[in-house]
């Protein structure tokens, strides 16, 4: 379930930092997923964003299943994820900055022990200091936002999923904090380590709460009552009450893009979709619109992936 986001201030959805690191749970969620046959396909709030980004993207992560580089950015969010996440195995008079900081090196060696390629990011020691003080920076950030000491979650990293109908994708992810109050409402919690979106631009991040929304609506019949995204790249923390009309209008929302995938899966039209966002894609090269080639799709991955059968 990979940060670009002190350099891009203006991007019109989610930072390319927030794009990496889910990018990395992503990873994560297709791990755990159970093995599916082809009639089976997953889909998640990710994947339905690369799609509507770029199809042809989608087919480069999806289908394709091309590795990306490792970044120091997503390293660095990954990081503080854990951070956050192991922050509450402690008593709660305990979780203090102090306490989260010292966190850092072993959540670091576990990091590296999964992925050696990320120490090859850091030149020399200094480099690799500079980039631990800004994932302190973040943490500090975070205590701004509330007092974890007043907290106590009843889910971390809970990996969620539900059929959206017989014949339709299995709809999945993995949200970082799920609490419940006394009187029993839900509040699902995100952490974003780049700053939060423009006025106006706040769709996209919604969209994947709104989609997580759903599914515990859908596999536990209650509907949370609130959505809230912290973003520790700014201090700022967006929320959003969602409502049962409204869950009616993300499973429409689903059904479309996901007829939209199995369209291009049949018709084998990836074509890309241009932005400002091309210039941080890892797969710019193999792009069409870039002059590149794409690699030729192996034998049945279309049907594992997407459970059609390309047109001849």
């Not at 690369?50 to 289908?63: G, S």
């Not at 990954?78 to 305990?94: K, M, R």
């Not at 799709?297 to 001849?312: K, T, Y």
């Amino acid at each position: 379930m990979q940060h670009l986001d002190q350099d891009i201030p203006d991007l019109p959805s989610a930072t390319l930092a927030d794009d990496a690191v889910e990018e990395a749970v992503e990873v994560a969620v297709e791990a755990a997923a159970e093995v599916r046959p082809p009639s089976r396909p997953g889909l998640s709030p990710s994947r339905a964003n690369d799609f509507l980004q770029c199809p042809q993207l989608f087919r480069f992560r999806v289908i394709d299943r091309l590795p990306e580089p490792p970044s120091s950015a997503a390293a660095r969010g990954t990081l503080v994820h854990a951070v956050l996440e192991h922050l509450f195995d402690l008593p709660a008079p305990e979780r203090t900055l102090a306490a989260a900081h010292a966190l850092l090196p072993e959540q670091w060696a576990t990091l590296l022990e999964r992925s050696p390629a990320i120490g090859e990011l850091f030149a020399d020691p200094a480099e690799l200091a500079e980039w631990l003080t800004s994932a302190e920076a973040l943490l500090a950030t975070y205590f701004t936002l509330e007092d974890p000491t007043r907290i106590q979650p009843r889910e971390r990293e809970l990996l969620v999923s539900t059929e959206l109908d017989e014949d339709g994708p299995q709809l999945r992810g993995i949200i970082d904090r799920v609490d419940v109050a006394p009187n029993g409402w839900v509040r699902v919690v995100d952490y974003k380590t780049g700053r939060s979106p423009r006025a106006g631009f706040e769709s996209s991040a919604l969209f994947q709460m709104r989609f997580y929304a759903y599914v515990i609506w859908r596999t536990r019949g209650v509907l949370p009552k609130r959505l809230q995204l912290e973003y520790l790249g700014d201090g700022v923390i967006l929320t959003h009450e969602p409502t049962e009309a409204e869950m009616a209008t993300v499973e429409a929302r689903v059904r479309s893009i996901w007829g939209g995938i199995e369209d291009a899966a049949r018709s084998g039209d990836w074509r890309p979709r241009t932005s400002k966002l091309c210039d941080w894609c890892s797969f710019k090269a193999l792009c069409p619109a870039f002059g590149g080639t794409p690699p030729e799709i192996p034998e049945g991955a279309v049907e594992r992936s997407i459970g059609v059968v390309p047109a001849a």
